[in-house]
């Protein structure tokens, strides 16, 4: 728990926030809560903790969802290096995997698709995931992804692609190196 959250206020004090901007983020907050309710229920913390931990967490998680509007489900794998850079309208469902050093912004929901189908996203590391963006179903996000704002994705995403619409499309691939390719959507006419 210790060492994930050090690198996520590493990730935030990168991003230029310092002490008590971090420590009154509304976001971090949140992310404080996923790591200890991780630790409690997933991460096997010692007995008396663990009974303590149980008894208030609860509490906390709840405020935290019903005034800030944050469900970082404890049960969700989330990798080390976590950013949220605005509060509010995050939902995860617990069987969500997000990999190390992700990016996420308001209004964002990580779940199942509708009508009772199985499976929730696993996202890689380095993904970028933008406002109001929306990843449901048995999909795989590739390392380096970039979600646009407002889109939705039902499909698989490559590394390093760029991904828009709604539905999601992919409109350009980076390679490792920075560079692009040409608009899928230019490479789809041909």
Not at 30 to 51: N, Q, T
Not at 75 to 92: C, D, N, P, Q
Not at 127 to 155: Q, R
Request: contains cysteine; charged residues 15%; aromatic residues 8%.
């Amino acid at each position: 728990m210790l060492k994930e959250l050090r690198v996520d206020m590493a990730r935030y004090r990168a991003m230029g926030h310092r002490g008590l901007e971090i420590a009154g983020h509304p976001a971090v907050w949140s992310l404080i809560c996923y790591r200890f309710g991780h630790w409690i229920y997933k991460e096997g913390a010692p007995v008396p903790i663990r009974w303590l931990g149980k008894i208030i967490y609860p509490f906390i998680y709840k405020f935290l969802e019903a005034f800030m509007q944050m469900r970082l489900d404890p049960s969700a794998e989330i990798g080390a290096g976590l950013y949220i850079s605005h509060s509010g309208g995050i939902h995860i469902h617990p069987d969500v995997v997000i990999g190390t050093n992700c990016n996420l912004t308001h209004n964002v929901t990580i779940g199942t698709s509708a009508m009772g189908r199985p499976g929730v996203p696993r996202i890689g590391d380095d993904v970028y995931i933008g406002t109001g963006a929306t990843l449901i179903g048995d999909i795989k996000v590739g390392n380096g992804a970039k979600i646009a704002a407002n889109t939705l994705v039902m499909n698989n995403v490559p590394a390093g692609a760029t991904v828009m619409g709604v539905p999601g499309r992919v409109m350009m691939i980076s390679q490792p190196n920075g560079v692009a390719n040409q608009p899928a959507m230019a490479v789809e006419g041909r």
